[in-house]
């Protein structure tokens, strides 16, 4: 079973600020398997990067995606107010068939 | 546009069964793989099961494989999870997600609002 990891728990940013947020698997991830995720308090994910690199329909281009391997990064180029929450990542294998990582929240400074 | 509603949710006792459906709309719900995901009180989300397109394929979470069942009606576009034996641990707001077409059903583009199951005595 891979276990997803993100780092860290918690961010705490300003308003403009860039955000990085990692995920690390443990073992080697296919790029076409890695999807990142948004979610407010009280509404359902919502889905942010695809592929790890590729956004989803009606996401801004400051929300971007990338890396390889075990080591994926999201990142909020300039933080607007609505952006704060909790962020998701999630890989597809083979068993169990989907996996979440614990969740980076984004909190306002 | 996408819609997914998901009902059935509601208090049920240690041991009890509950049925949950998701009624889908605005896309091809016969090409489309489909997922229910979970999230206990103020903790992450825990995938639970994942049906294909044409039903003829599932697969479950550990947690809930041999008590859980997940099964589709391509006929009323909708999606059915049977829980039954369900423990204190089950307790959770249960998603419905739609499985993404490109490149592949590798991760969920469309949510439903959730149902919040309860199992308590």
């Known amino acids: 079973e891979i276990v997803l990891t993100q780092s860290p728990g918690t961010l705490s940013l300003s308003p403009g600020e860039r955000a990085t947020l990692s995920c690390r698997a443990s073992?080697?991830?296919?790029?076409?398997?890695l999807a990142w995720y948004q979610q407010k308090p009280g509404q359902a994910p919502r889905l942010l990067i695809y592929?790890?690199?590729s956004r989803a329909t009606g996401i801004p281009d400051r929300f971007s995606g990338s890396g390889s391997g075990t080591d994926f990064t999201l990142t909020i180029s300039r933080l607007e107010p609505e952006d704060f929450a909790v962020y998701y990542c999630q890989q597809y294998g083979r068993s169990p068939l989907f996996t979440f990582g614990p969740g980076t929240k984004v909190d306002i400074k | 546009e996408v819609q997914l509603l998901e009902s059935g949710g509601g208090l049920v006792q240690p041991g009890g069964s509950l049925r949950l459906s998701c009624a889908a709309s605005g896309f091809t719900f016969s090409s489309s793989a489909m997922s229910w995901v979970r999230q206990a009180p103020g903790k992450g989300l825990e995938w639970v099961s994942a049906i294909s397109g044409s039903g003829g394929s599932t697969s479950y979470a550990d947690s809930v494989k041999g008590r859980f069942t997940i099964s589709r009606d391509n006929s009323k576009n909708t999606l059915y999870l049977q829980m039954n034996s369900l423990r204190a641990e089950d307790t959770a707001v249960y998603y419905c997600a739609k499985g993404g077409s490109s490149p592949g059903p590798y991760y969920f583009d469309y949510w439903g609002q959730g149902t919040l199951v309860t199992v308590s005595s």
């Open positions: 592929g790890a690199s």
């Open positions: 073992q080697s991830v296919s790029s076409s398997y």
